[in-house]
């Protein structure tokens, strides 16, 4: 969590794209190499899974403008968990992004996939 200016001034050395609603914003962390690819994460701040949902399609088809639709990212969506249901919704039914593409990471059995990932536009 970010304490002081000089961790503000680091994150935004990064380049984020910051997205600003009437009462929420977002903010999508563009690709980090690691050592299994690409890693992007979206950070989200609302008051209502409507705008919360609204952000996710609005920064993912942003990002996914230009980029090759092979490529692979690993993408995190920290999401709240009474809303984790509607967010899977959206990335399978709107979005369309195909259910093998979701991983699920660990040994511990989740109800919902930890992570995704992403082979092709939305």
């Known amino acids: 969590c970010p304490s002081s200016k000089e961790d503000v001034d680091y994150i935004l050395t990064k380049r984020p794209t910051v997205v600003r609603g009437e009462d929420s914003f977002s ?30 399609m609005f920064q993912l088809r942003n990002f996914a403008e230009d980029k090759d639709p092979e490529e692979i990212f690993k993408l995190f969506i920290f999401t709240p968990c009474a809303w984790t249901e509607a967010v899977l919704d959206l990335l399978r039914k709107t979005m369309q992004i195909p259910k093998e593409n979701f991983l699920s990471l660990g040994t511990v059995d989740r109800e919902y996939p930890s992570m995704y990932i992403c082979k092709k536009n939305p």
Not at 32 to 55: M, Q, W
Request: aromatic share 10%; charged share 25%.
């Open 27 to 56: 903010v999508f962390s563009n690709p980090v190499d690691i050592p299994a690819g690409k890693r992007i994460g979206l950070d989200i701040f609302a008051n209502s899974v409507e705008k919360f949902l609204d952000h996710v």
